[in-house]
C-alpha cells in the first residue's frame, strides 16, 4: 500500500501508540476522581496539555481540549458569538468547511464578510476599514489550507487588522499547519488557534483549541466543569495523552521532518512535470506546507483517477477527504479554476514513512492510467 494522503489523516506513530495504552487498561481513572487512580490520569492529561502548549508557545491554562479540529472551529466560531458583541465575521473563501459552516449556522444579525483569495490561493486582506462593524469583529483565517497547501501570512494579516480595528479578534485553523512547520502564538498573533491530533501522528477525535482569553467562549456543551468550564465532559485520556506525546515527537522532529518532506514533495513535483505531459501544478508559486502537492492533468477526472489508483493500493484524495459527491473543489474554484480542471485535481499530501521508492512507482502507475484513459 502506498500512502499518499496524510492531510486527510495520519497512521499513529508506534510511540504514541505505546505512551496512551496504559491508559486504557491500568491506569483507567477518571480525571476528575480525587483517589489515586484519578490523580494519576489528571498528571497525565495535565503533562499533554503542557506538551501541546509547548509546540505552539502558549500557556497550558490556554488549551481547551476537544473531539479535534472541527470542534475547535465551532468552539471558536459559535463560543465567541453567542452572548457576545460580535457582529460580524471575516473568513476566506478557502477556508475547512468547519470554518465555513459554522459561520453560516450563525445566521442573521451576524454578517459574514468573505474574503477573496488570489490565483495562487493567497487571501486578499486589505480590506477597506469601512468594511468592519462597530464594536468586535472576528477574523477567521486558516494557516495553511487542506487542499492546496497554501500557506497565508498570518502575523502580516493580524497586524493590517489590528492597526485598522483596535477591537479585533484573531483565530486561525492552524490543522494543517501544526507539525509540519513552525505554529508559535505569539508570532501569529492571533487570540485563537485550532488543532487536531490525526493529523501529526495522533489518535482521531482529539485536539483542542488554544484560547488567550477562554472566559469570552461559550461552551457548545454543558455538564461538568472540564477544560475551565469551557468544554463539560469527561476527557478521552488515552487520546489527549497521544496527542501529547505526537505534539512532544512533533516538536523535537519538526525542522528534520519538514526538510525531509520538502525535499521528497520537491522530487515529485520535478517527477510529475517531466513525466505527465500537461500536468498543472496549482499554487506553485506561493510558500506551501512542505508535504503538499495538489495538481490537475487536463482532461481527466480527479475522481476517476483516485479510484484507479486505488485499484493499484495506492491511496490519494482528490480535492479535500471532506468534499466528496464529484462537486469541484471550492478551494480551486475560489482560486478563479474553471470547474473541468478543478474536477481534474488530484491531491498527494506526504508523511514522515513515504520513500522515494514510493514517488517513481506512484508515477509509473499515474502514467499508465492517463495513457490507458
Ligand atoms: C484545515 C482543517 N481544519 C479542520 C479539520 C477538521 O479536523 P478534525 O478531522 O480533527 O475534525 C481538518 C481536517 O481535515 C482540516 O484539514
Redesign the pocket.
Known sequence: MIYLDH???SPVDQRVLEAMQPYMTSIYGNPSSLYRLGRVARSALETARCQIAALVGAEPSEVIFT???????NLAIKGLFVNSQVKKIFIPKT??P??LAAALSLKDPLAIEYLDVDSQGLVDFEIAPSRLGAGLNFVSV?M???ETGVIQPIAKLSEYFKAIHSAIILHT????ALGKIPVDIATLNVDMI?L????IYGP????ALVARNPELLTPLLFGGSQEHGVRAGTENVPAIIGFGKAAEIAQQSLMTRSEFLKQLRDYLEGQLRSQIPGVMLFSEQVKRLPNTVQFAIPKTDGEMMLMQLDKKACAVSSG???ANGGQASHVLMAMGVNEALAKSAVRVSLGEMNTKDEIDQFIILLKSIVNHA
Do not use: I, L, P, R
Open positions: 492531510n486527510a489523516t473531539s479535534g479540529g472541527t470542534e475547535a472551529n477556508e475547512h468547519s470554518v486558516m495553511a489550507n487542506n485553523d492552524a490543522v494543517q485550532s487536531s491530533s490525526h493529523k482521531k477525535g482529539v485536539g479535500s477527504a471532506c
